[in-house]
């Protein structure tokens, strides 16, 4: 009975708890939904998650007001190749310090590490310096180049190879591939739930980067949905409802994202935990042959 109670007591908390969090994007949703002239209003009563009326007129308001359309496909571009071109850095990367043996691997290792706790605006300015030396202002490559190799994702990714048997390296071998047939061929499709974990974490951040996309773009051609938001929220009139409708258009798409990942995420997140701790402590005994006699 006690336990029973103690249940039910933490599923009551969760609930809560998805009540809270979930409450805002209700009343951006609904918010979307209602005539602009009743957003406000009721937001603060019980209608601001029952409303009155249902109009998709506000959705209509921001594909006239402005070019919706070039906004996402702006941001689907930057998120989409930073995706690609991180997965093609980081992957061999975190391979390469896992199982390969070569000098100064725990250094650059040690390097990567110290570069997670280092946050990016101390580093916006020197790097917005260096794109606009290079001429890259105001175009896609500032937003997808400097974001490509990513110290977590190369960790992660690393913490994952850490346990990948040796027995599919060693028959890799036999067979006659080297290094780089035994990475393609053997430890990336292994590595489907850690690329798929990278991929939504850097799709995520890249889709809601703003600081930097304000810093390097000063025109509509090349401007994310996040700057593009901010810009709208600056056009008159000021009508809320349009606002919470472009942000729910801006949301949809990841929300989207997360659902079809899920199962891929949390494998990846889970197996990169303890079992990863072990590994990495095992890879300190190269007796034991992980990872220097790879």
């Known amino acids: 009975m006690r336990g029973r109670m103690g249940a039910l007591a933490r599923h009551a908390l969760l609930l809560a708890l998805a009540a809270l969090y979930l409450y805002p994007v209700a009343l951006m949703v609904v918010g979307s939904l209602k005539p602009d002239a009743l957003v406000l209003p009721e937001l603060a009563t019980w209608r601001g998650l029952f ?10 308001d921001v594909f006239e007001r402005v070019d919706f ?50 946050p990016f605006e101390a580093v916006a300015v020197p790097l917005f310096f260096q794109v606009s030396w290079l001429g890259w202002r105001d175009t896609y490559t500032a937003q997808i180049v400097p974001f490509a190799a990513n110290a977590f994702s190369i960790y992660l990714l690393y913490s994952f190879f ?42 995520l951040t890249q889709w809601g980067s703003f600081l930097w996309p304000l810093m390097v773009t000063s025109g509509e051609r090349v401007r994310p949905l996040p700057v593009a938001l901010a810009a709208f929220h600056t056009l008159p009139p000021l009508a809320w409802g349009d606002i919470l409708a472009f942000a729910v258009m801006m949301v949809a798409p990841v929300v989207a994202l997360f659902v079809l990942f899920q199962r891929w995420f949390v494998v990846g997140a889970a197996y990169t935990g303890p079992r990863s701790g072990q590994s990495r402590g095992a890879a300190q005994r190269p007796q034991e042959g992980r990872p220097d006699d790879v």
């Open 162 to 203: 850490l346990d990948l048997p040796r027995s599919l390296e060693e028959a890799a071998r036999v067979d006659g591939a080297g290094p780089l047939r035994t990475f393609l061929l053997v430890a990336l499709p292994n590595a489907r739930p850690a690329l798929a974990t990278c991929a939504v974490l850097t799709f």
């Open 51 to 60: 409303p009155r009326e249902v109009s998709l007129q506000n959705y209509r």
């Open 69 to 118: 359309l070039r906004f996402l496909g702006n941001s689907a571009w930057i998120a989409g190749a930073t995706v690609v071109l991180g997965l093609a850095v980081n992957a061999p990367a975190g391979y390469a310090l896992a199982r390969l043996r070569w000098r100064a691997r725990r250094r650059v290792l040690a390097f990567a590490l110290a570069l997670l706790v280092i």
